[in-house]
Nanobody, 124 residues
Framework: QVQLVESGGSLVQPGGSLRLSCVAA????????IGWFRQAPGKEREGVSC??????YYTDSVKGRFTIPRDNAKNTVYLQMNSLKPEDTGVYYC???????????????????WGQGTQVTVSS
């Protein structure tokens, strides 16, 4: 059974860092893309970052601040978030797509098997 479980969300001050984890079960990361998405209150869900094999993508608002490392041995994809800003606040989700759904230019297809989400709040 395909399953994704996020964790690591918290309340953090502006300028701080967090590392979110997305643990995958029921499939191999080698043949899938994993995307991180977020939804702020009153806003639509947006794609933040994705990884597929050696390809990574970051939306413009997080470039230079977020990275998306992957540990295949643990079947886990992380979202390392540095220099956090209040506008990074939201519920963060990870989801699975076909391996070609993540390109250097962005998300190329529909992602599914959504996790339950983890809350990130950036506030002083």
């Amino acid at each position: 059974q395909v399953q994704l479980v996020e964790s690591g969300g918290s309340l953090v001050q502006p300028g701080g860092s967090l590392r979110l984890s997305c643990v995958a079960a029921g499939f191999s990361l080698d043949y899938s893309a994993i995307g991180w998405f977020r939804q702020a209150p009153g806003k639509e869900r947006e794609g933040v970052s994705c990884i597929s094999r050696l390809i990574t993508y970051y939306t413009d608002s997080v470039k230079g601040r977020f990275t998306i490392p992957r540990d295949n041995a643990k079947n886990t994809v992380y979202l390392q978030m540095n220099s956090l800003k209040p506008e990074d606040t939201g519920v963060y989700y990870c989801a699975k797509g076909a391996f070609h759904y993540c390109s250097a230019a962005g998300f190329l297809g529909a992602f599914g098997s959504w996790g339950q989400g983890t809350q990130v709040t950036v506030s002083s």
